[in-house]
């Protein structure tokens, strides 16, 4: 007897969730649909089924797993959506439906890096008021701008995948629309044309990122960086191979 198909909702928005609704789309037994936050004007989607925007709430995530008749769960969101993160395991938990997180390796600091860690980015911000900084690299997004909005002696650089509407938010002075990955020559040629002086950015782990790392290293540039927020219990992969192995071994 052929085994019923297995229905499972992806929490994307990250490469890593791409990657694995790319290689789940042709599994036998196995439907993917993979869910987007709609934070980009133009996301780069994934193959197979797509639906995109907020649930509404851990209440909302509830009513459409049982509506769409979802078997299991894998949230692949980025390592920083800490609301979709909790409200899953909330859900996942009050329905007993499986759930798995698949979060990518945090960066670890190496010889010649200066990191100064920050548990959020208020204590980025206070960080910043209490340094001698002057041209900083927000590299922290567009949606996390308000902690630093009293910094407005220094000039801040954001990057942003889509353009921003003037007028800019304050502090910001400048606003560079790029999305990754990014190289390590376009990183260290951006460093140095803005004259910056430290970088601040979230531990988003993978390589897409992280050439800027490698550039502030190399230009012995501090970096402050924002200490990756807590999972919840459960059971958790750090690759796409495990996430493939434990969907094609749902029961
Ligand atoms: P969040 O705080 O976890 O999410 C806030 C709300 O957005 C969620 O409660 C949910 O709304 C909706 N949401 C988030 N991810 C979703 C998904 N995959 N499918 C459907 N709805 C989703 O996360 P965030 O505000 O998106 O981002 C938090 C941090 O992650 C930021 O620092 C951001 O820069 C970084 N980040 C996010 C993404 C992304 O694609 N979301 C990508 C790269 C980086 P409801 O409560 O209405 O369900």
Not at 163 to 169: E, K, R, V
Not at 219 to 238: A, D, Y
Request: glycine share 10%.
């Amino acid at each position: 007897m052929t085994q019923p198909e297995r229905r499972i909702l992806l929490l994307g928005g990250t490469g890593e969730a791409r990657d694995l609704a790319d290689r789940l789309k042709d599994a036998v037994g196995i439907a993917v649909i993979t869910s987007l936050a709609g934070r980009t004007a133009t996301p780069h989607l994934p193959r197979g089924e797509v639906r995109i925007g907020g649930f509404g709430g851990m209440e909302g995530l509830s009513a459409y797993l049982k509506k769409a008749a979802i078997d299991a769960v894998i949230d692949a969101t980025h390592p920083y959506a800490t609301g979709m993160t909790r409200n899953a395991a909330e859900a996942c938990n009050a329905l007993a439906v499986p759930r798995l997180l698949l979060r990518r390796p945090a960066w670890q600091a190496q010889s010649g890096d200066n990191w100064i860690k920050a548990a959020s980015l208020e204590e980025a911000a206070s960080e910043i008021s209490r340094g001698p900084w002057q041209r900083i690299f927000l590299s922290t997004g567009r949606q996390e701008i308000t902690p630093f909005a009293g910094l407005t002696g220094r000039w801040f650089l954001l990057r942003t995948v889509d353009p921003l509407a003037p007028p800019l938010p304050a502090p910001i002075r400048t606003v560079e629309v790029g999305r990754g990955p990014f190289d390590l020559a376009a990183e260290t040629l951006l460093l140095k044309t803005w004259g910056i002086d430290l970088l601040v950015t979230k531990n988003s782990g993978g390589t897409a990122t992280y050439a800027k790392i490698a550039a502030a290293r190399a230009q012995k540039l501090p970096v402050i960086m924002i200490t990756r927020p807590q999972t919840p219990e459960g059971k958790n992969v750090s690759s796409v191979a495990e996430a493939v192995r434990w969907a094609l071994e749902l029961p």
